[in-house]
Every structure is written in C-alpha cells, then in structure tokens.
C-alpha cells in the first residue's frame, strides 16, 4: 500500500500515533467494545467476522459436498435473492472470477421493481436453477417477498415437492427464514456465525457459499486472505495495512476530506459496490460519515473539489487508470494506491477494509456495527404499506409541476421545468456537498448510460461529488449515510410508472396477495423520501412516467 498525502501529513500522524498510544489494534482482536462503546449493546455479537476465516474453514467440506452434488444434478444456474451483505460478496465474486462453464452461473436480485421479478423469472429454467434465500435476520421484506414469490412460482412448474429441491437457505440460528425453510422443506440449510454483521459477513456462509458454486477454489481464496490477517494482527500501526488505511481515511474525515472515490481496474471494479455499504453504512451516522464515490465518469482532475481522497485499486498489470492517477497524484490529492497480484487476494481484500473501517470508526467516534438511520426509512415505508391495505392506494403527494410527461416533486421553487437542477442545487458546494442519484427503477443498460450521462453534466456543473444508486437496494448501503451523515447532501430520487406489476404471495404457495411489488417498491420510494425529509435532507422527487430513459434526456442541467 502506497499514500501520498499532500499536505495532511500532520493530521494523518497524529491519529496513527493515537491508534497505537490507545493500544487499538490490541484491544480490537480482544474484541474489546470499549474501542468504540462502553455499551457493548450490538458490538460484543458483531465481531465475529474477526475469526471468519477460521470459523468458515470448519464449513469447507460440507459447501463442497454440496456444491458437488448439486452440479451432478445438472443445475446450471442459480439465483440469489438477498439485500446489502447477502448480496453484494456474491455479486463481486460472480463478476470479478467470471463464468466458469463447469459451475453454476450466478444471478443477483435485489431489486423488488416487478420487471427485475419477471425478468428472472422469464429467463431462468426452474428445472435447471437453484434458488438461494439469504438473509441474516431471515425477516428482510425484500428477500422474504423474492422468496415466496418464486417458491410459489416455481411450485406451479414442478409441484411443491420438487420445487423444496430447489430452495437453499443462508441466515442466522433461529431466525424467521430457518423456521420456514425447515416448515416447507427446503433442501438445505446452513447457518451462519450469529455474531457477524451483514456488511461484515464477506468471507462468512453469506459470501463463501455463493463462491463455492460459481467455482471459486476457497482454500487459495482463503490461504491469500490468511496472510492479510497475519498482518492485520501485528501491534504496530506502521506494520498493519489494515490499521494503517483506517487511520488515514478516519483522519482526513475529520479534516473535511470525507469524499472517498474509487479508482477499480475494471475486472474487480465491483468491489466497488461492496465498499460502499461496508464503509458508508458504518461511518455515515451521528453528523460523520465517509462517502465512497463509486463508479463516477471521469473528468479532468479541475473538476474535482478539496474534499476528495482518492483510492487506486488495481490489479498487477493493469495500468488502464495509471495515466488518471498520475494526474491526480501531480495535482496534490491525496492517493492510496493499492495492488492485488491476482483475484485470489479479493478475500484479503474484502479483510483488509473490514479491518480499516472498524479503526475508521473509532478514529470518527462511531459505533460501525448497527445502523440506526435504516429502520427510519423502514418505518415509514411500513407506514404507506399500511395506508394501502387500509384504503387500498398508497399516499399521493402534490407535483410542483408537470412537463413532457415528467412531474416533479419538490420543496424548492422552481417556476421553469428548464430550472430544475439550478434551482435544486443553488445552494450546493463544491468541496463540501455532494448529489446522490437515487433510482427506483428497473436496473438496466439504457437506463444506467443515461443516469451516469445525468451524473456527469451534475459534476460538470457543480464541481461536486456524484453517487449513483438503485434503489431498494442503496437503503441496505449508503442509506444509512444520507440520513446519519453532517447533511450536506442533494438526493435526487427517481420513480416510474409501473408497466406490468407482479403480486406478492401473502404466504409461500397462497393465491392470495395483499400487495405487489409495484406497491412495495413505490412505498420504499416514498418512505426513504419522508425520511430524508425528516432528517432535514434536501430531495427532488421526478417521475419519469412510462418512458424512462427518454425522459432523463428530455432534463437539463
């Protein structure tokens, strides 16, 4: 790991010297809560990602055995329904190892937009798939609504004996998921360590099951990822990469420097992702926060504000970033540049920054395990559930006004549809601010080109940091950060019309539905809008209307 510093050589020292004078690293892998809480209330029972790799390494034979006997089978595919931690590891390891044609190809929901459903559906030969329920809590709305869609979807198909066969379980002992896995008999189970939390549960069940079946060899994952925690482990600051990278990003945070933006080479540029949710979810609480800036167009070096840190990740041998970098490097950023030998180093990876964000953490004084800004978004979406069972239409809010089939929602004063995002972000400060795209809509290639198109103009403009997420799935991650951070953030939230909605099943295997996806996606839509509102967060809600893409061209920045 090398860093440039630029001219927060002094505030970075001082907080290295204080990690070691605190005896932080010492007292993490004592598993001391003190390090961050004299509560040890959701902190003693999450840090048990401390020894996953040696508690997973107990699980090896059974994942293996498993993942034989299903290829045997002639699965082909395999779908995983999860949010957050339960998806993200599996979709970096599906993306960065490739599809290796003699395992199952691996398939990702996490969307609860009702064309993502039927998409999956439509494309996925039950006969020939796996359908794998993950969930820590085993209560995720989300994932509890994919899985009683598709079990009852898949019952229809092959009868509900044959469908059990093709139904796995990742979640926690005793929880919700394992009671009705057990109940309707799915064909397998496994139970993950309790005292890990989801964004830190990468080389736990969660992640390393996923692996296993697109054909990733875990002992050479896990042998590379031993090494990093050996390091991780050394008492000293300036021998622990780990401890290191976390007293770097945790002091330029306080310095103001808190815009983290991610350099990936291409074929592990879906850490990215991952990174997101571990760092943003458990720094952005409390007025703090660090925002990784994950997957932003490029621009000339100019265009970026002082509270940018940049961090290169890349790959041995990969220099498509290496001329960007030295012109960031040239301009007096600070850069932390980091090089992975072979993809088989994701899983110290994954350690590595596990390991910095919890010392990030305390160096920002936040408790990095819970997520207290997340239930509020929950809460209020379970509210417009509520109000639609009970008057069958979810809230409707007034549109400021409407134009070429877009309507706008908004608190600001906007007299001219032209004027939107000049008035919107009037107030907006390069270096300081930043504008967080959120879409509700159907993750797809058209939609995403003219979103990023949107990002860059935004950028552009206004010289500050852009992020771009899907939602629901951005509330398992940067959510927390909207909310909990020191609010200097623009969200700019975009909804659609619904085509073709898909009912959710009231139970595995009923007829009967009280709600559809389309109802949920647009109630998580307007709870996380009511709670950012409530957390005096500045948001502009567009409805695109039936044609999405075309109308994001028809905005002017």
Known sequence: MNVSLSKYQTAVEKSLNHISRERIIVRMWQKDHTVWRNDPTEISNRLGWLDCVEVTKKSFAEINSFVEEIRKEGFTNALLMGMGGS????????????????????????????????????????????????????????????????????????????????????????????????????????????DIGGRF?????????????????????????????????????????????????????????????????????????????????STGKDGNGILPVDLEPTVPVSEYGSDRVFVYLKIAGDNFFDKKVKQIKSAGFTLIEIEMNNVYQLGAEFFRWEFATAVASYILDVQPFDQPNVESAKVAARAMMKEYQVKGKLPEFKSTFESNGIKIFTDSKIENPDDIFSSFLSESKSGESYVAIQAYLKPEERTLLQLQLLRLKILQKYKVATTLGYGPRFLHSTGQLHKGDEGHGFFIQFISDIQADVPIPDNTGSEHSSISFGTLIQAQALGDRQALIDNKRNVLTIDLGADVAGSITKLKV
């Not at 994952?221 to 780990?242: A, H, R, Y």
């Not at 997101?276 to 979810?281: D, G, M, S």
Request: aromatic share 8%; with cysteine; glycine share 8%.
């Open 87 to 194: 998806s993200l590891t599996p979709e970096v390891f599906r993306f960065t190892f490739g599809l290796n044609k003699d395992y199952l190809d691996l398939h990702v929901l996490d969307s609860t937009h009702p064309a993502a459903v039927l998409e999956y559906e439509n494309k996925l030969d039950p006969k020939k798939t796996l359908y794998i329920v993950s969930t820590k809590s085993g209560g995720t709305v989300e994932t509890m609504s994919f899985m009683k869609y598709f079990f009852t979807s898949v019952s229809a198909k092959l009868g509900r004996e044959e469908a059990s066969k093709h139904f796995i379980a990742i979640t926690d002992p005793g929880s919700g998921l394992e009671e009705t896995a057990k109940k309707i008999n799915f064909r397998k189970i496994f139970l993950n360590d309790p």
């Open 201 to 281: 549960s990468a080389l736990s069940l969660f992640g390393i099951v996923p692996a296993a079946l697109v054909g990733i060899d875990l002992n050479e994952l896990f042998e590379e990822t031993s090494k990093l925690i050996v390091e991780c482990k050394k008492p000293e600051v300036s021998d622990n990469s780990g401890a290191k990278l976390g007293g770097i990003i945790g002091a330029l945070a306080k310095e103001g420097v808190d815009k983290l933006t991610l350099i990936i080479s291409p074929q592990i540029k879906y850490l990215g992702g991952w990174l997101e949710q571990l760092i943003a979810e």
